[in-house]
């Protein structure tokens, strides 16, 4: 089923896989970009177990529930560089919907939970001990992941965004765990 998806986007984008040049391009770029991913284990990731607020704003931020459809092509992870030194980006795809929180500022998404998000904090979170101190709050999925750990003592995030601050407050705060050891300035 990749490689039908992969042969539509190559078509998409103006590729003729009939012509050696286009063939060529194909081979060596889509199948190390392109993926189709599992929903799975995303929806089953601690954060998304867990979060389950409603809707709300506060002033120009929204916290609204955002889907992606199947089949709908979205960045997945880093960049990764090939054996060639090629910078490749990281696509994916499901084939099934899969939804998401997001903060909206001004109507335009501005913070996610998806599997970009995911895949390129986890090893932050990994390295994570003792005091943390992280800036930009976002839906809280850094912080959250740290008060996890147990070798995580404190969990102190600096936003300059008001706004953010009340929407996490009230709709996203009451679900985490260890609440006394995170401290929001």
Known sequence: MNEAYLALLAAHCGLDTGKPEDARLYRSYFPQMVHRLDPLPFAQDAYMQTIHPDSGRQGSIDLVYETVQPMELFVADDFRVDSEGRVLPQLGWFDRAFA?????????????VTPNEINTIQPAVKQSRGKVLTYGLGLGYYAFHCLLKEDVTSVTVVEKNPAVIDVFTRLLLPFFPRREALRII
């Open 100 to 112: 998401f929180p997001a903060i909206r500022e001004d109507g335009r998404v501005w913070m996610t």
